[in-house]
């Protein structure tokens, strides 16, 4: 089993930047997971933000993040980050981490942590 717990959400103005964290515990090996962040707005079907592509571990964005949000790992932490800059009205969502066992298809998913974009 693996736990994902998210943090760093939270209300900020339009423009603003926040870094959200995921810090994932138990039978987690991150050479062994493939990283991404989703999110949900209300109302709206959940959607990927962001992935970790292997091999490399190069980063996917959706169109409507691309230079503004940025995805980044601790190994030695088992942590990942979304940084996300330029926040619109538009990011409003719960944003939640997931990770997918590459060999396995094991798929697991944090609580989820509230980002508002007030304007």
């Known amino acids: 089993q693996v736990q994902l717990v998210e943090s760093g959400g939270g209300l ?12 994932a515990s138990g039978n987690f090996r991150p050479s062994n997971f493939v990283m991404s ?7 709206k079907e959940r959607e990927l933000v962001a992935r970790f592509r292997p091999p490399d571990n190069s980063a996917n964005y ?10 980044s790992r601790d190994n030695a932490k088992n942590t990942v ?4 800059n330029s926040l619109k009205p538009e990011d409003t969502a719960v ?12 798929v697991y ?11």
């Open 95 to 106: 944003y939640y981490c997931n990770a997918v066992n590459r060999w396995l298809g094991h």
């Open 37 to 43: 962040w989703y999110r949900q707005a209300p109302g």
């Open 81 to 84: 980050y979304l940084q996300m």
């Open 12 to 23: 900020v103005q339009v423009g603003g930047s926040l870094r959200l964290s995921c810090v």
């Open 62 to 71: 959706t169109d409507s993040v691309k230079g503004r949000f940025t995805m």
């Open 109 to 119: 998913w944090g609580q989820g942590t509230q980002v508002t974009v007030s304007s």
